[in-house]
């Protein structure tokens, strides 16, 4: 099975990156996520049509270590590489493109603009990594990009097509278009020879039967009934034997026309679109200034640190009689996600609200807090708690290199003991259970 490039790049455009361009963007975090989950596969598409291009692959090879990956959000919008990149992919494309998923997502063109670059260099340097990961040349990248026009059809949201962003599908999917074509053509060809041999074996056999009928009547007087019966009886069962066989043949050859290579249907007439349940679009985090003692720090309104500093103010933790009065309440972090699989790399953008909980824990110095690390429902839960724990664990020593270790009296890793979404759901849904919280304690 050819590599999916799609599934590693969703690891760079995560739930925290959504409310970061979110709030960066003044948008929704659900157009946010409508217009990544429209543009990945397109611009995914380009660089599977432009394998071959040497441009292409060398701006590949040059993203790996050119630090795209660590500021997609500050640095992809005026990075050369991305830019002239575009350029070869869409040329005077881009507009159309830039056009439909803002009208598709519900977000401005400027917007979309924004998140073309942005995923695009969330794509480069992913399959810039993955090739110097694992030595692939220029022919390797070539070789994985080709292996894309498989798969990118089947990944475009409903209600998208390349021919809706003014880019021909048939550039993008090779000669699968023809190929379909021919299979059609060829099928209709076979059925109605079919037909028309069925057609004739009967009108034969009748003719035979006439001919039959009349000479037993003309030499024996009407002779007996059977005699004509029963070969008619004969080819009125041949005839349905042929008809049953050409059904048959018509509709095994309209399903092999219906599927292409990879499995994805291409039978738009037959095709059924699922069209998901009405819910409600999520309030767009924005940051605001909150309000540390007479020191501004930038969080969400009633996000981790609003909490934090209202409950520490109110004399809450002071009151506390003890840590079991403590340890039922968890404040999730907002920002800080590692990357998928990772717990030494965090996402652009995870630091901030570290250097937060830092200048809190330094305003009120009496205070203690602990730290969670969480998983979702997948994967082996001795490997989830392995992995929470070293996040935990690396939240905890990230503190202390801060001068502020005294204050954090431990850190634990969950696993998916208190995970709540279902192991079948989507990503973006398990993406709620996968956190890292603190709590305070005593």
Same mark, same amino acid.
């Given at each position: ?6 599934? =590693?790049?969703?690891?760079? &455009? ?14 929704? $975090? ?28 060398? *701006? ?101 097509? =390349? ?14 278009? $023809? ?10 060809? +076979? ?25 037993? +009547? ?18 009125? *069962? ?58 501004? &720090? ?46 030494? $790399? =965090? ?13 809190? &824990? ?24 392995? =992995? ?10 990230? &503190? ?5 270790? *005294? ?33 305070? *304690?005593?």
């Amino acid at each position: 099975m050819s590599l999916n490039v799609i599934d =590693l790049i969703k690891g760079q &455009l995560g739930p925290a990156l959504v409310s970061q361009a979110a709030s960066q963007f003044g948008e929704s $975090e659900s157009g946010i996520s409508k217009a990544i989950g429209g543009l990945l596969p397109a611009v995914v598409g380009g660089l599977a049509n432009n394998a071959d291009n040497p441009g292409v692959v060398d *701006a590949i090879t040059k993203a790996s270590s050119s630090g795209i990956l660590g500021n997609l959000l500050g640095g992809s919008s005026s990075n050369p590489i991305i830019t002239s990149l575009l350029s070869s992919l869409f040329g005077d494309k881009i507009g159309g493109l830039v056009n439909s998923i803002a009208s598709f997502s519900g977000i401005s063109n400027t917007s979309a603009g924004s998140l073309l670059n942005l995923v695009t260099g969330a794509t480069v340097g992913t399959v810039g990594k993955y090739a110097a990961d694992n030595n692939l040349g220029a022919s390797g990248i070539s070789s994985l990009l080709n292996d894309q026009k498989g798969i990118i059809s089947s990944l475009l949201p409903a209600g998208l097509s =390349l021919a809706s962003f003014g880019l021909g599908a048939e550039n993008w999917f090779g000669q699968a278009k $023809e190929t379909v074509s021919s299979v059609t053509s060829t099928a209709k060809d +076979n059925i109605a020879e079919s037909v028309a041999t069925a057609r004739e074996n009967v009108s034969e056999g009748a003719r035979e039967v006439r001919e039959q009928f009349n000479n037993n +009547n003309d030499n024996q007087g009407g002779g007996s009934i059977w005699k004509w019966l029963l070969p008619l009886l004969l080819l009125i *069962a041949a005839g349905y034997f042929l008809w049953k066989q050409c059904e048959k043949k018509e509709t095994t050859t309209t399903m092999s026309s219906s599927t292409d290579s990879t499995g994805t249907s291409t039978d738009t007439a037959s095709a059924t679109t699922s069209t998901p349940a009405t819910t409600a679009t999520p309030a767009a985090k924005t940051d605001e200034n909150i309000d540390l003692n007479g020191v501004m &720090l930038k969080g969400y309104k009633g996000g981790m640190e609003d909490q934090m500093i209202s409950f520490l103010k109110s004399d809450g933790y002071k009151n506390a009689a003890d840590d079991a009065a403590l340890k039922d309440k968890w404040y999730d972090f907002d920002h800080v996600n590692f990357k998928m699989g990772s717990s030494t $790399e =965090l996402e652009a953008g995870s630091q901030g609200q570290l250097d937060n909980l830092v200048a809190i &824990l330094k305003a009120f110095p009496d205070s203690k807090i602990k730290i969670g690390g969480y998983t979702d429902k997948t994967g082996n839960e001795a490997s989830n708690v392995k =992995l929470s724990q070293a996040r935990a664990d690396y939240i905890k020593a990230a &503190l202390g290199k801060a001068g502020v270790g *005294a204050q954090v009296l431990g850190a634990e890793g969950y696993g998916s003991k208190f995970a709540t979404v279902d192991a079948k759901a989507s990503d973006a849904e398990r993406a709620a259970d996968r956190k890292m919280s603190v709590r305070f *304690a005593k």
